[in-house]
């Protein structure tokens, strides 16, 4: 059964830096893709960045630029750099893993659905003040 656990988040103001991590267990595959999706009071759940085994990685437009997702294969962590953070970027991060992940139309497009992903952690919680 394959166990996601996130950390990092807090609260920080606006133009400050967070780094979440998101360590995988209990899983078999051998390629996979990862994604940080966030989710604020009231809305919906929107996929932010992804990153697959080779290393290719894409980002949603809201967070291009600001948001660098990476891995490190030997600790089965993913990690999501966030900078120069902004208020509307307050929300609940979760980490999620897939065997395929989203279609290529949606990775073309920066748009990530949920429903594309399979196993979910229970998410850090980031806040941004202004």
């Known amino acids: 059964q394959v166990h996601l656990v996130e950390s990092g988040g807090a609260s920080v103001q606006a133009g400050g830096s967070l780094r979440l991590s998101c360590v995988a267990s209990?899983?078999?595959?051998?390629?996979?893709?990862m994604g940080w999706f966030r989710q604020a009071p009231g809305k919906e759940r929107e996929g932010v960045a992804i990153?697959?085994?080779?290393?290719?990685?894409y980002y949603s437009d809201s967070v291009k630029g600001r948001f660098t997702i990476s891995q490190d294969n030997a600790k089965n962590t993913v990690y999501l750099q966030m900078n120069n953070l902004k208020p509307e970027d307050s929300a609940m991060y979760y980490c999620a893993l897939d065997t395929e992940g989203p279609p290529i139309r949606s990775l073309v497009a920066g748009t990530f659905s949920p429903s594309d992903f399979g196993d979910w952690g229970q998410g850090t919680q980031v806040t941004v003040s202004s």
């Open positions: 209990g899983y078999t595959y051998s390629s996979y893709c």
């Open positions: 990153i697959y085994t080779s290393g290719t990685t």
